[in-house]
């Protein structure tokens, strides 16, 4: 079997070469022009006999999504699936007497007769090649089914057989899944009967008369059969995808005919190399000596990028997310519509001259050929004067309310005139939003910086916008908005970005006020993150925690205790606010400063610890006039000296708790753990990319974070009120599981529980769940029966920490955050 996309030549006989010149081919060689018609037409076209379908593969994953989902149902809910499975049973056996071994003799004979008539069928029409290839794969299906079958029969897969088969009362054991079936489905599925109804309805009449007879013969389960059907499509889907499907697509002769059928014959056609996949280009000839560039899009590549699109969908907001056809028919219509609102904002781009369908599976466009040097070729030595009449042509579109969306450098051509043309504006948008026009603006300012470096790109931006806009669109600067060629080089340049900011932030725009944030995502790779481990660690949880009653608790504890505990809570706050305020010269109000920091116990609900309460400090800073660079590095300073402090305490009090005694003993596997991580950043470190990732994620930041503390240093007072802020923060949660253990009747010494506080600290601020939930309740109970403590008391007394310093603050942390809100404070 050729692989896909091999070279296929023309049907028309050779012809010369003359004025296109012979495409390469992958060996070196070149490929020789094929000359088509009766009127000199030449054609040089590379067709290739297979093709892989994008729908092939979106249609695989999606079947695989829903075994994941069945399987998932099966474990979840057996006792509702089994009691569907049992009315169906007992529904077929009513038949038991009357047509059921009718429908036995049905079933055998429809399984056999069905796949031989099809058989025929291909025979007859000459695709003895597809019936092969659909022979071999039903009988790999059975045997990869069977293989399947053996591995859920084994005792170590026995949860999820029983959550498979699930067979109804009285049946005897059956395989969970059915080989014949599935071998039957894979084998339609490569000979592909889309399009022919009369043959996919004997196909369903044939499976359902086999499924009910082995429903009653309790040969199978609801469960299993869908599973099944399911499984044979999949495998089908692949081995159609990985072979190829044969190709139904116009050959270039075909495209040449239907130019010449709308008023644009050509002599001579050749092939144009792509790297987007999605469609076909050619460069045509005319008769007079015009040139034309024609792109051809293909039915069978309508979902090329599919999955791609539907995860910017889901990732990003509307206005951001490029929406593109499904069908090629809409696409050329998109395209031809940007193109003509192109024109009329007097913006140069090539003329359309057709559109027209070629057969029944493709589209096609026909413009003019630009002629100049495109401004990825002329790269830094672009001149002043022609990257200022880029800006003039951006800007002259979005007047008429035209985004392009695709301002990359290939897509801006220098006419030999001097004049800019703008290619492929089929991706952009018509009566477009003030967002959409500004994301054209950031698009165009990334890719100036990326090509002739950020002070330049923001110099000539100045000179075309006023401050305003430009600091405007700081927000927008993100890599996830960017083009796909502009994200790519800004991952291997990952200073170009944070220049360009630092270059716009010292832009004043005249009123004085921060710069808004902008909401682009929907949904963050973080967020989902977070999700996922927080409903894992919320399933944990509540496994752990079944073990106390809550109102047995807070009814039993000592309630002088707990006061003091609570005490504690609150006294934090004051910490966390003397803290912020010690590493910012400019003064802060202590009440507000407070009430920031209990609006950070209610973001932080939702958002990973020592992140969302991170970001709320920063934009607090930012509301005090303080300059977005000098409040991240701030907050920057606050938690380097918080980390340090942390690690110097946690070193102490392990020194002295184990000179003292020996009573701290923790679990195996805590030895593990620290083991693993030491080994995991020896491997960072050894690794050269693992140490420029390091580099990356960590120079930014220290470069803003060592001027800032170099200064603090600088004064003393604040420096003391910011590292006391941050001892007393450190002490008051010390002395409040303390507290807390005491409040339910155990005892732990002082050390211990700085000991065992800090390390559950520590844990939980990596573990990206809101406020370490999951990981803070695991390692401070670990920690508490480490002391000797029993397993019960530890559990009740993190139960009863946690519930005063995370859960008690949040409602008071919204109020404040409302407070802060409508006073304009963040």
Not at 6 to 25: F, H, I, N, T
Not at 87 to 93: F, G, T, Y
Not at 520 to 539: K, W
Not at 638 to 652: G, K
């Amino acid at each position: 079997m050729p692989p896909p996309g091999g070279p296929q030549p023309s049907p028309a006989g050779p012809a010369s070469p003359a004025g296109l010149g012979a495409e390469p081919r992958p060996d070196g060689s070149a490929a020789a022009p094929r000359a088509g018609g009766t009127h000199g037409l030449v054609v040089e076209d590379q067709l290739a006999r297979r093709i892989r379908r994008p729908v092939d593969l979106l249609r695989c994953v999606a079947d695989c999504f829903w075994i994941a989902v069945l399987v998932a149902a099966g474990l979840a809910a057996r006792a509702t699936t089994q009691g569907v499975e049992t009315d169906l049973v007992d529904a077929s056996r009513r038949l038991q007497d009357v047509v059921l071994p009718t429908l036995r003799g049905l079933s055998l004979f429809g399984l056999i007769a069905f796949p031989v008539a099809l058989a025929i069928r291909q025979l007859v029409r000459r695709q003895g090649r597809r019936l092969a290839e659909a022979v071999l794969t039903g009988a790999g299906t059975i045997a990869l089914v069977l293989v399947a079958d053996a591995v859920l029969r084994s005792h170590f897969a026995d949860a999820l057989y029983r959550a498979i088969a699930m067979a109804p009362p009285g049946a005897s054991t059956f395989a969970p899944l059915d080989a014949p079936l599935a071998g039957l489905v894979a084998y339609t599925t490569i000979i592909n009967l889309s399009g022919r109804t009369r043959w996919r309805v004997a196909l369903w009449l044939t499976v359902g008369v086999y499924l009910v007879t082995s429903l009653a013969d309790l040969r199978t389960s609801v469960l299993s059969v869908l599973i099944t059907l399911l499984v044979g499509q999949v495998i089908a889907l692949a081995v159609r995808y990985a072979a190829g499907s044969p190709s139904q697509r116009p050959p270039g002769e075909a495209i040449a005919a239907a130019l010449g059928s709308a008023g644009q014959p050509v002599t001579k056609l050749r092939r144009v190399p792509v790297t987007d996949g999605e469609s076909r280009r050619y460069a045509a000839i005319t008769p007079d000596d015009r040139r034309l560039d024609v792109v051809v899009f293909d039915r069978d590549q309508q979902a090329a990028g599919l999955l791609y699109r539907v995860y910017r969908l889901i990732r990003l907001r509307d206005q951001v997310a490029r929406r593109a056809p499904l069908s090629t028919e809409r696409l050329a219509e998109r395209r031809a519509l940007l193109t003509y609102a192109v024109e009329d904002a007097g913006v140069r781009t090539p003329r359309l001259r057709a559109v027209l369908r070629v057969g029944p599976e493709a589209m096609a466009l026909a413009t003019d050929a630009d002629g100049g040097t495109s401004l990825a070729q002329r790269g830094s030595l672009a001149t002043d004067t022609e990257l200022e009449h880029v800006w003039d042509a951006v800007i002259r579109l979005h007047r008429h309310r035209v985004a392009h969306r695709s301002l990359t450098a290939d897509r801006i051509i220098i006419a030999p005139d001097g004049q800019i043309r703008l290619l492929d504006p089929g991706g952009g948008d018509v009566a477009a939003s003030d967002l959409q026009l500004r994301l054209d603006l950031a698009q165009l300012l990334a890719e100036l910086a990326a090509l002739t470096g950020p002070d330049r790109s923001a110099d000539l931006a100045l000179r075309k916008l006023d401050g305003a806009e430009l600091v405007g669109l700081l927000p927008l600067l993100q890599p996830v908005v960017m083009a796909r060629s502009t994200r790519s080089y800004l991952r291997r340049h990952k200073d170009v970005l944070p220049a360009l900011r630092s270059r716009l932030l010292a832009i004043d725009p005249g009123d004085g006020q921060a710069v808004p944030p902008v909401q682009l995502e929907r949904v963050r790779p973080r967020s989902l993150i977070t999700l996922v481990a927080t409903v894992l660690a919320v399933y944990l949880l509540t496994s752990e925690l079944a073990r106390v009653n809550l109102s047995t608790l807070l009814r039993s504890a000592d309630p002088r205790w707990m006061l003091v505990a609570l005490a504690l809570s609150a006294v934090s706050y004051a910490g966390a606010a003397w803290e912020l305020s010690g590493f910012v010269l400019e003064k802060l109000s202590f009440t507000r400063t407070v009430l920031a920091q209990l609006a950070s116990s209610f973001v932080t609900l939702v958002t990973p610890a020592a992140v969302g309460g991170a970001a709320l400090n920063v934009r607090y800073l930012q509301r005090r006039k303080i300059p977005p660079a000098v409040a991240a590095a701030s907050v920057g300073v606050s938690q380097v000296v918080a980390f340090i402090l942390h690690t110097v305490l946690l070193v102490i009090f392990v020194a002295i708790t184990g000179a003292r005694s020996h009573s701290l003993k923790p679990p195996n596997w805590v030895y593990w753990v620290i083991a693993g991580l030491i080994v995991a950043a020896l491997i960072v470190l050894a690794v050269p990319r693992g140490r420029r990732l390091l580099r990356a994620r960590l120079g930014p930041a220290l470069g803003q974070v060592w001027p800032r503390l170099a200064g603090m240093v600088q004064q003393p007072a604040k420096l003391a009120e910011g590292v006391g802020g941050a001892l007393l923060l450190s002490t008051s949660y010390i002395l409040c599981l303390a507290a807390s253990v005491l409040a339910v009747g155990g005892h732990i010494a002082l050390t211990s529980a700085a000991v065992v506080y800090l390390t559950g600290a520590a844990l939980g601020s990596v573990v990206p769940t809101p406020g370490g939930l999951g990981a803070v309740e695991a390692a401070l109970a670990a920690g508490l029966t480490a002391t000797g403590m029993a397993a019960a008391t530890a559990v009740s007394a993190v139960l009863l920490f946690r519930l005063l310093t995370f859960w008690l603050p949040v409602p008071v942390g919204w109020v404040a955050f409302n407070y802060l809100e409508r006073r304009g404070a963040i």
